[in-house]
């Protein structure tokens, strides 16, 4: 067959070589989603890696961003995971430490303060007069070395 010929039975909308009619158009449509067991040996997955086309929300799904702002860093994570990157065995671990947290709250510092600072002056106070700190409130009563 010729190109003329091919293109007057392929219908304007469909591109791929499967999909040449809205029949076979449907049929793909209703295929059930591979899972990652379909493809790989699996053990323990949770549902989430099982069916990794349940993501959503990621850089090429979503993104509205103009691409001249995308950096290097946008690179990773802006494509879902698909079956050859999600792991084929999982193993979780244990919420021991943050269940023990949750039950004993935060660690609060509750010692006295050992350091003696003059009257009026603190800690940043002392890092400015040192150089290390610069305060640019405008009533930190320090004037900037060389506007006076």
């Not at 349940?54 to 290097?72: A, D, E, I, L, M």
């Not at 010692?111 to 409130?137: C, E, H, I, K």
Request: hydrophobic share 30%; aromatic share 14%; with cysteine.
């Amino acid at each position: 067959m010729s190109e003329a010929e091919t293109s007057e039975n392929v219908e304007p909308g469909f591109c791929s070589a499967i999909c040449t009619d809205r029949e076979s158009l449907q049929r793909e449509i209703q295929k059930p989603e591979l899972k990652t067991s379909d493809m790989f040996a699996t053990c323990n997955l949770p549902k989430r890696f099982e069916h990794p086309h349940w993501f959503n929300g990621y850089g090429c799904q979503v993104s509205k961003q103009h691409p001249f702002y995308r950096t290097s860093a946008n690179e990773y994570g802006w494509y879902p995971p698909g079956q050859h990157s999600i792991p084929s065995v999982f193993f979780p671990k244990s919420q021991k430490f943050s269940n023990q947290l949750a039950n004993a709250g935060m660690y609060s510092f509750s010692s006295v303060p050992t350091v003696f600072f003059p009257a009026g002056q603190t800690f940043t106070n002392r890092l400015a007069a040192a150089g290390m700190y610069r305060n640019y409130s405008l009533n930190t009563g320090m004037d900037p070395v060389g506007y006076r």
